[in-house]
């Protein structure tokens, strides 16, 4: 058995994954439009009125915004946590909802075959979550907005064979870039956004056990930072034991496959 994932678009002009595990196919977060998540999938054969579930990983409206279009365009149910969809709601303009299921940031999520075990996050949102997809024994983490570097996040990353990981900003571009001063502070507290190089060093630990097949890099930041820079800093740290790629801010990446 295997998995697929796509990143449809990641950054903060929006956040959306797509994840095929055992039959049974996911989407996480709402962050773009209806008609850009349905074409970006068309183009990789996929039909997204097939899809079994949106899962949301917190209130900001980059991965929430258009959770009401999925729904009601699409007919996919919406899983969320009670407080992420009401901070939501005072945020973003969702519509009408007739299919929310809830579950708590810490729960374990059986659609199908395959388990969504949700892992609660220091990041500012309301009761954000990040997310291991679980199918056979294969395990796929989607871990974006993350704060900080939590307890056993370095653990949680080496148990996985493959992981968006998050990868916002290069320190220096950050503090030379023309972000005003609290923004910046807001970036790189305890609950903003993790760093390349403390991207990097969750992966080294990874990279020991042989057992992570490729990490995409996710979530980066437009103005603090540039794919290349953060491959580099990653291909310092971590050399080549892992395959890296680099989630696009505004299209979809090729299919990546977890053997």
């Not at 796509?6 to 773009?32: K, M, P, T, W």
């Not at 056993?152 to 030379?176: H, I, K, Q």
């Amino acid at each position: 058995m295997s998995m697929i994932a796509i990143s449809l678009q990641s950054g903060s002009s929006g956040n959306c994954i797509y994840v095929e595990a055992d039959g049974v196919r996911l989407l996480f977060d709402a962050g773009i439009t209806g008609v850009q998540a349905q074409d970006r999938l068309a183009a990789h054969g996929r039909d997204i009125r097939e899809v079994d579930a949106v899962i949301i990983s917190h209130d900001h409206g980059d991965h929430i915004r258009h959770a009401g279009v999925f729904q009601r365009k699409f007919g996919i149910p919406i899983y969320v946590t009670p407080a992420t969809l009401a901070a939501a709601s005072s945020r973003c303009t969702l519509g009408k909802l007739a299919d929310i299921r809830n579950f708590r940031s810490c729960d374990t999520i059986r659609i199908g075959d395959a388990l969504v075990h949700a892992v609660p996050t220091p990041h500012d949102g309301a009761d954000g979550a990040a997310f291991v997809v679980e199918a056979g024994a294969k395990r796929l983490g989607v871990l974006t907005d993350l704060g900080h570097v939590f307890k056993d996040l370095g653990r949680l990353v080496a148990s996985l064979d493959a992981v968006f990981l998050e990868s916002n900003y290069d320190p220096a571009m950050l503090a030379a870039g023309p972000y005003p001063s609290y923004l910046k502070q807001r970036i790189r507290g305890p609950r903003g956004h993790l760093s390349n190089l403390e991207s990097a060093e969750l992966l080294v630990r990874a990279a020991e056990t042989k057992r992570l097949q490729w990490a995409c890099l996710a979530h980066l930041s437009e103005e603090n930072n540039h794919p290349d820079v953060a491959l580099k800093t990653h291909r310092d740290v971590i050399g080549r034991d892992i395959t890296l790629h680099v989630a696009d801010r505004y299209r979809a990446t090729d299919v990546f496959r977890v053997a």
